[in-house]
């Protein structure tokens, strides 16, 4: 799978490019400026030089032509950057795994966007974009640590059947993860809330703490989960 990820020379989106790369996927790391992130793919492949990760640095405008889009900006960029890409994005499906989260002392607390999540507003302001939310949940150390293996559920929000299809299809290439589809980009308020829930827990007992579903049984590879 092609992947772009815009924004994605920040701590989450360099770490989800290592995970998609060492799981199979052509990335392209997205940056508004190149070389910054031709510096961060640099970066990778030289950490893991024995994975020969398939990763590389370009524009955001770049990012956007790959079969699959993810949006790894900071929270408060999300919206205006996805509008200046809106015809790159045009009809294709992006993945936003944007929390809006504030930290107040030692406590990290939910932002609510007028939406109610970061993916929804960003659909709201990207109509022919298959928006969808995933991978908010995903601790960018952990995840980036490719010597670490995962074991988590992740839960996909989509309203288009095509951007559940192929956003689970994306999770599903990381080793140790498993897609469930939650339901609407309307359910991605109480996920994108629930980041900073278990980055409180991780904080307080000083683990590192990830969300598995008990009882729950999928058909591989499936959007209808």
Same mark, same amino acid.
């Given at each position: 799978?092609?992947?772009?990820?815009?924004? @994605?020379?920040?701590?989450?989106?360099?770490?989800?490019?290592?995970?998609?790369?060492?799981?199979?996927?052509?990335?392209? =790391?997205?940056?508004? *400026?190149?070389?910054?992130?031709?510096?961060?793919?640099?970066?990778?492949?030289?950490?893991?030089?024995?994975?020969?990760?398939?990763?590389?640095?370009?524009?955001?405008?770049?990012?956007?032509?790959?079969?699959?889009?993810v949006?790894?900006?900071?929270?408060?960029?999300?919206?205006a950057?996805?509008?200046?890409?809106?015809?790159?994005? $045009?009809?294709?499906?992006?993945?936003?795994?944007?929390?809006?989260?504030?930290?107040?002392?030692?406590?990290?607390?939910?932002?609510?966007?007028?939406?109610g999540?970061?993916?929804?507003? *960003?659909?709201?302001?990207?109509?022919?974009?298959?928006?969808?939310?995933?991978?908010? /949940?995903?601790?960018?150390?952990?995840?980036?640590?490719l010597?670490?293996?995962? $074991?988590?559920? =992740?839960?996909?929000?989509?309203?288009?059947?095509?951007?559940? $299809? $192929?956003?689970?299809?994306?999770?599903?290439?990381?080793? @140790?993860?498993?897609?469930?589809?939650?339901?609407?980009?309307?359910?991605?308020?109480?996920?994108?809330?629930?980041?900073?829930?278990?980055?409180?827990?991780? =904080?307080?007992?000083?683990? /590192?703490?990830?969300? /598995?579903?008990?009882?729950?049984?999928?058909?591989?590879?499936?959007?209808?989960?």
């Amino acid at each position: 799978m092609r992947v772009g990820i815009v924004g @994605g020379t920040g701590a989450a989106g360099r770490a989800l490019a290592a995970r998609l790369a060492a799981g199979g996927c052509d990335v392209l =790391i997205g940056s508004r *400026v190149l070389e910054r992130a031709a510096d961060s793919a640099s970066e990778l492949r030289s950490a893991w030089p024995e994975l020969s990760l398939a990763v590389e640095g370009s524009t955001n405008e770049d990012a956007c032509e790959r079969d699959v889009v993810v949006l790894a900006t900071p929270w408060e960029g999300a919206v205006a950057t996805s509008l200046d890409l809106a015809d790159r994005l $045009e009809g294709r499906t992006l993945v936003s795994m944007v929390n809006a989260l504030s930290r107040m002392g030692s406590e990290f607390q939910a932002i609510v966007p007028a939406r109610g999540s970061i993916a929804a507003t *960003v659909q709201a302001v990207l109509p022919k974009v298959r928006v969808t939310a995933a991978f908010q /949940h995903l601790p960018a150390r952990e995840l980036g640590d490719l010597t670490s293996t995962l $074991e988590s559920d =992740i839960l996909v929000c989509a309203d288009d059947p095509i951007g559940a $299809e $192929e956003t689970i299809a994306l999770v599903n290439t990381i080793r @140790g993860l498993r897609a469930v589809h939650c339901g609407s980009l309307a359910s991605a308020n109480a996920v994108e809330a629930l980041t900073a829930v278990l980055l409180n827990v991780n =904080i307080r007992h000083k683990s /590192h703490v990830s969300l /598995h579903l008990e009882g729950l049984t999928l058909p591989t590879q499936s959007a209808a989960n």
